[in-house]
């Protein structure tokens, strides 16, 4: 199902057409933005599938990334995980890293069938912990030709011991308990702050949601106990002869870039690293398009256009 209306590109031209889009996950909709870049193609395009990180949505940036490789003549679908956005799912604000991998597969799923799609060139662009799915998913599904993982998460089990500090741990670990307690007894999902106060995520969130209508800045309890059992570092190994290219950012914190580097090392050819300056979100504000730029290129490179 599809509705909108083309969007203008630079001096009032329009060069991208944006539509709404939902297509099926399993056993829900997903909402997504389908770009197709303006005039006739000669011959079936490719696709790329973009996603946003752990309680992030389509409206804090990927219009952005999504538009950039539309215009360099991709087709794009940007869309919102199971329980964000306006995608359907239950509970809402859940973060379940294997379901999102799913959500991922049938959003690979949905551009292979569209009309003027080659679907022998499909790319795959994630941030954060949909960068860690993009390893995940470009290691399991040979229907991925490309792929671009952004300062991901790749140990959940590390990163939630990060954010946790270990004097806290004991307490957060009877939350979380307390809570599946709570839910086999039908109570609602209890809900816990995404971005922390003083936190780097939300300084961010303020800088692309200034008016606080789009973030939610919440996430169930369980996320982060589902966190704590994914792995994508487990799976880069398994993602060549794809082509992978991965961006860090070199002042990483949120998912320590340490880690990153440690499963780029893991990966085979073809391989490239793209190492920015700053902070975790810094590739989606201050070198944003120093990452715009990179993944484009990669996709270029290795898809086409």
């Not at 952005?64 to 215009?71: V, W």
């Not at 799609?117 to 991925?144: E, K, P």
């Not at 950012?249 to 440690?262: F, I």
Request: aromatic residues 10%.
């Amino acid at each position: 199902m599809a509705g909108g209306a083309g969007t203008a590109g630079k001096e009032g031209a329009v060069t991208v057409r944006r539509d709404d889009v939902l297509f099926d996950g399993d056993d829900v909709k997903l909402h997504g933005w389908l770009y197709r870049p303006a005039g006739d193609a000669a011959a079936p395009r490719p696709a790329i599938v973009l996603a946003h990180g752990f309680s992030a949505v389509m409206e804090m940036g990927l219009d952005h990334y999504a538009r950039a490789f539309a215009e360099a003549g991709f087709v794009c679908l940007a869309y919102d995980h199971r329980g964000y956005g306006r995608s359907g799912g239950w509970p809402r604000l859940e973060t379940n890293p294997w379901l999102q991998v799913e959500d991922t597969r049938a959003a690979i799923s949905f551009v292979r069938t569209l009309p003027g799609v080659d679907a022998a060139r499909i790319g795959l662009w994630g941030t954060s912990y949909s960068g860690g799915h993009t390893l995940t998913v470009a290691a399991l599904d040979r229907r991925v030709a490309c792929v671009v993982s952004q300062v991901p998460l790749v140990s959940g089990s590390r990163t939630f011991d990060s954010w946790v500090p270990a004097d806290r741990r004991e307490r957060f670990m009877k939350r979380l308990a307390d809570d599946r307690d709570a839910r086999a007894r039908g109570v609602p999902p209890g809900l816990t702050p995404a971005g922390v106060p003083g936190s780097e995520t939300e300084e961010w969130a303020r800088a692309v949601d200034p008016a606080g209508t789009v973030y939610p800045n919440a996430v169930t309890l369980r996320s982060l106990e589902l966190m704590r059992a994914y792995e994508p570092i487990a799976f880069v190994a398994r993602i060549a002869p794809t082509p992978l290219l991965m961006i860090v950012a070199d002042r990483d914190t949120q998912t320590p870039v340490a880690w990153q580097l440690e499963a780029f090392e893991f990966a085979a050819e073809p391989k490239k690293l793209v190492t920015l300056p700053g902070r975790h979100y810094d590739p989606y504000m201050g070198q944003l398009a120093a990452s715009t730029a990179a993944a484009r290129d990669w996709f270029v490179g290795h898809l086409g256009h």
